[in-house]
Every structure is written in structure tokens, then in C-alpha cells.
């Protein structure tokens, strides 16, 4: 399991080709659950990528992406109902702070914000070891 006190998992989403792309990206843990929250724009190759594949990979990685543990196997969810919304952000909020609401503030201020889309990743199995290329 990922722990709460990294702040970026690396979120490695398949494209149809079969190769895998991996983006670090903020995320939040729902309690002591193998459920985790991360938001992207609805416009995002991750999104597109996911709506194709909702089986990924997740691993602790630093800011830019190297990674930091073992990669866990997790299924995706483009998460669309406001209750589940409402606590991703939540969770963000708290776990990043003031650092967070400035990023929701600018987002809202160019009309990014209603733009956004929850992705909800589930571990799927305890541990299971990947390597990827890290660029």
C-alpha cells in the first residue's frame, strides 16, 4: 500500500498501442482503504487512455516522476457522482492545503475548474512488482 505521507503516486495508464504512459499527479487516500483520489482535466490523455483501459498501475514517486516504491496493480474509475466529488476534494484539500486552494482558486479564475475529473483508483492486489521505463 501506498503511504499517506507521500504526496505523488506515479499513475501509469495504457494506450491502445500497449505501451504504458506514467504521470505523477497529486492524490489522497479515503481512510486506511485501498481507495485513492487524484483529478486531471476531462480533456487529459489520462482520461482518454482510462475510458480504453481501466486497469493501471500506481506507485510512490517524487515530483517528477521517479519512482520511489513498488508499483501496485489498481482499477480506475472516472468518478461522476457529486458525493464521491465532493470527498476527493475534500481529501485534496486537507492532505495539500493552502497550496491546493490556490491551485483551485487559479484553476476557477481561466475556467479550468469545471473541467476537472475525479479518478478513483482501487488496489487490486496487495503487492505485485512492475518495471517501467522511467523518462
Given at each position: 500500500m501506498i503511504s499517506k505521507n507521500e504526496?505523488?503516486?506515479?499513475?501509469?495508464?495504457q494506450k491502445k498501442d500497449g505501451t504504458f504512459i506514467n504521470t505523477?499527479?497529486?492524490?489522497?487516500?479515503?481512510?486506511?482503504?485501498?481507495?485513492?483520489?487524484v483529478y486531471t482535466l476531462k480533456s487529459s490523455g489520462k482520461v482518454k487512455r482510462?475510458?480504453?483501459f481501466t486497469s493501471v498501475k500506481i506507485a510512490p514517486c517524487n515530483f517528477?516522476?521517479?519512482?520511489?516504491?513498488?508499483?501496485?496493480?489498481?482499477?480506475?474509475e472516472l468518478i461522476v457522482?457529486?458525493?464521491t466529488i465532493n470527498l476527493a476534494y475534500s481529501l485534496l484539500r486537507s492532505k495539500y492545503g493552502i497550496i491546493?486552494?490556490?491551485?483551485?482558486?487559479?484553476?476557477?479564475v481561466i475556467g479550468n475548474y469545471?473541467?476537472?475529473?475525479?479518478?478513483?483508483l482501487s488496489i487490486k492486489t496487495k503487492k505485485n512488482v512492475f518495471q517501467f521505463n522511467n523518462k
Open positions: 504526496n505523488y503516486i506515479s499513475l501509469s495508464t505523477p499527479v497529486w492524490f489522497a487516500q479515503e481512510g486506511n482503504l485501498n481507495n485513492y483520489y482510462i475510458r480504453n517528477s516522476g521517479k519512482i520511489r516504491g513498488c508499483w501496485e496493480n489498481a482499477k480506475a457522482e457529486e458525493e491546493f486552494k490556490i491551485g483551485d482558486f487559479l484553476s476557477w469545471s473541467k476537472r475529473q475525479i479518478i478513483k
